[in-house]
């Protein structure tokens, strides 16, 4: 179900949520990463929600090797609705 969620997705607009949310959002991750799937826009909304999950993302996960720098342009964060969906549907 998760796969085809993805497979088809044009962009991900992420929003704050639980457990759910963070596993549909590291298996877009994931499979636009390995390149499972084409790339698309993945977007979190809300700054001061999402922040401390790409600080330790960054700090720690990408810190001790455990992902490539390169891998935090994979999604973007923004506090501006006019902004997320400019990037989740440009060309």
């Known amino acids: 179900r998760k796969t085809m969620f993805v ?3 044009q962009g991900f607009l ?3 949520g639980g457990f759910g949310t963070l596993d549909e959002l590291f298996e877009a991750l994931t499979l636009v990463q390995t390149k499972k799937v ?3 826009p993945i977007v979190l909304v809300g700054s001061s929600y ?3 999950l790409v600080d330790w993302l960054r ?3 990408v810190a001790e090797g455990k992902a ?3 891998d ?3 999604f973007h964060v923004t506090d501006d609705p006019e ?3 400019d990037l989740v549907t440009k060309p």
């Open 38 to 40: 084409t790339r698309f």
């Open 68 to 70: 490539a720098p390169v």
């Open 50 to 52: 999402w922040g401390g």
């Open 83 to 85: 902004e997320a969906i």
């Open 7 to 9: 497979k088809y997705a």
């Open 59 to 61: 700090d720690t996960v």
């Open 72 to 74: 935090s342009d994979l």
């Open 14 to 16: 992420v929003l704050p």
